[in-house]
């Protein structure tokens, strides 16, 4: 059954068996590398052809409903590995369905606490026509900013769904495409991956429109990795260098590859970036980002892994984690932080590293470079700090991108996306809270949980969000959405952009009021 299966790594099906500091073994789900602790999943629950009536009741869903074999039923229909745009016809059921079944399964009923998950977390998913307008939108606005010469129409033209191309001068051409490649978008509370796919699949085909032969793309990804790895080929590391420019070359190369595939790779590596607190939710927007590079290559059964490339690993890019609690003790005002600095450099570069590592085992030694920096940082702090490390930086130290069945307290998008903002006089008399360094995204946008105050089952999340001391605009029985408004916006470059779906009790909920008055006071709102 494996022998035809390539190795397609990304990750997603590494095994989760960890040890803790005593060496005891961890099993964390059903694949394990321990056969004793392996799943067994009867043969019938696949392929048996009979039906049946069966007793669901403990499920909620009845009890003589017919059932046969997931294979038999999933025969009914027609399957397509290609994501439709919003302007597709739907003959297939796409990889969009599996954000349907994530919903789903939120809604769930429980019994044990009388309740669904999509009552306690606020999560829905969002249609892609709605996706695809917000994504439209935000990106007219900010290249119209970064490019203002080139005219609203143009970019319309340029943005929408029709084999229209506007004139663009190769200056125009080089400026937008430099635009996109610089471009830095976050959904905070991504889910399921609706919004991170919808931005990839615009910008894929904008990228195709503007630049066929991917003449200008390839050339960007060129000249970045030659000035990103200057002063490690300055230092003699030759070698690092050389295999960067191997991947891009490979990435390019039409012979194994499509063209969207480097477009996707890149925009993927450097433009689009995701939080959600659930890890099951991450782990299928990442499935839904590998399904959509590996059909961009072409299978060739005479070369060795079928000629495929492996998938990259995105730990960095798709996180699980809480969006609503910073990390409000900067380490970077400590007096030690110039050492810790160094480290933090190498980090960066361990981390980009291990986005494109192709084997096990330099995943494995990748891995551990990673633990031993922060070991190594913590080392540097003790050494500063008598008694008690603080709780915060003992989080963020601690924090291990690899372990993807855990969602971490914080989210702070210096430390986890290797991101920073620049510092300016506008930044810096900002007069937040959000450290400036944490001010790179331009733009935010994504369908926030609503969960109403009298929810018993944030009680304690409301409570961490009150306690941070970051918000300016909790006030009385406030819904979740509201800190998700506030922490998005001030994640923003100046001039940033964001889009969110709210609920229209927005407009006239005493909760809302300080928030109103916020985004009124320091928001340009279109």
């Given at each position: 059954l494996f022998k035809e299966i390539p190795f397609l790594n990304g990750?997603?099906?590494?095994?989760?068996?960890?040890?803790?500091?005593?060496?005891?073994?961890?099993?964390?789900?059903?694949?394990?590398?321990?056969?004793?602790?392996?799943?067994?999943?009867?043969?019938?629950?696949?392929?048996?052809?009979?039906?049946?009536?069966v007793d669901l009741s403990q499920y909620g869903l009845g009890t003589n409903k017919s059932v046969r074999g997931l294979i038999e039923i999933l025969n009914n229909y027609n399957f397509t590995i290609d994501e439709n745009t919003p302007l597709d016809q739907e003959i297939a059921l796409d990889p969009e369905l599996l954000g349907k079944v994530f919903e789903n399964l939120l809604a769930s009923y429980n019994p044990e606490t009388a309740t669904t998950a999509r009552k306690a977390t606020g999560s829905y998913y969002t249609p892609r026509e709605i996706v695809d307008y917000m994504v439209e939108v935000s990106l007219i606005e900010y290249l119209k900013e970064k490019i203002p010469e080139t005219g609203e129409e143009k970019i319309k033209t340029l943005l929408s769904y029709s084999e229209e191309i506007p004139k663009l001068s190769e200056e125009e051409k080089q400026k937008i495409i430099?635009?996109?490649?610089?471009?830095?978008?976050?959904?905070?509370?991504?889910?399921?991956?609706?919004?991170?796919?919808?931005?990839?699949?615009?910008?894929?085909?904008?990228?195709?429109?503007?630049?066929?032969?991917?003449?200008?793309?390839r050339e960007q990804q060129y000249q970045k990795a030659l000035k990103e790895t200057e002063e490690i080929f300055k230092q003699g590391n030759k070698d690092q260098r050389e295999q960067r420019l191997k991947e891009i070359n490979e990435a390019f190369d039409e012979n194994i590859n499509y063209p969207d595939y480097a477009r996707k790779l890149y925009l993927i590596e450097n433009?689009?970036?995701?939080?959600?607190?659930?890890?099951?939710?991450?782990?299928?927007?990442?499935?839904?980002f590998f399904i959509s590079l590996i059909i961009e290559q072409e299978k060739d059964s005479s070369k060795k892994n079928y000629g495929l490339i492996p998938l990259p690993n995105l730990e960095t890019k798709l996180i699980s984690a809480n969006s609503l609690i910073p990390l409000m003790r900067k380490i970077k005002d400590e007096i030690f932080y110039k050492e810790i600095e160094l480290l933090e450099i190498k980090l960066k570069e361990t981390r980009k590293r291990y986005f494109f590592s192709k084997s096990n085992d330099e995943k494995r030694e990748l891995r551990n470079q990673d633990n031993n920096l922060r070991i190594k940082m913590m080392d540097i702090i003790k050494s500063y700090v008598s008694?008690?490390?603080?709780?915060?930086?003992?989080?963020?130290?601690?924090w291990n991108p690899y372990d993807s069945s855990k969602s971490a307290e914080f989210f702070d998008p210096f430390w986890m996306f290797n991101l920073s903002g620049i510092e300016t006089d506008e930044i810096s008399d900002s007069g937040d809270k959000e450290p400036s360094y944490n001010k790179c995204f331009d733009i935010v946008l994504g369908n926030p949980p609503y969960v109403r105050a009298d929810n018993p089952s944030i009680i304690d999340q409301r409570n961490l969000i009150k306690d941070t001391r970051y918000y300016e605009t909790l006030y009385e029985k406030w819904d979740l959405y509201i800190p998700f408004l506030e922490r998005s916006f001030k994640l923003l470059k100046p001039k940033g952009l964001f889009s969110f779906i709210i609920s229209d009790a927005y407009i006239a909920s005493k909760y809302a009021l300080l928030s109103q008055e916020y985004f009124l006071n320091n928001a340009a709102i279109n």
């Open positions: 990750g997603l099906f590494d095994c989760l068996d960890k040890e803790d500091e005593a060496g005891k073994v961890i099993y964390i789900d059903g694949f394990s590398r321990n056969p004793a602790k392996q799943s067994i999943i009867p043969d019938y629950l696949f392929f048996q052809q009979k039906e049946e009536k430099t635009a996109i490649d610089e471009i830095k978008i976050l959904d905070p509370a991504c889910g399921s991956g609706a919004f991170p796919m919808g931005i990839l699949h615009k910008i894929v085909f904008v990228l195709h429109k503007l630049d066929p032969e991917n003449k200008y793309w433009c689009i970036y995701g939080v959600d607190i659930q890890p099951i939710a991450i782990q299928i927007a990442k499935l839904r008694g008690n490390i603080p709780y915060e930086w003992q989080i963020m130290i601690n």
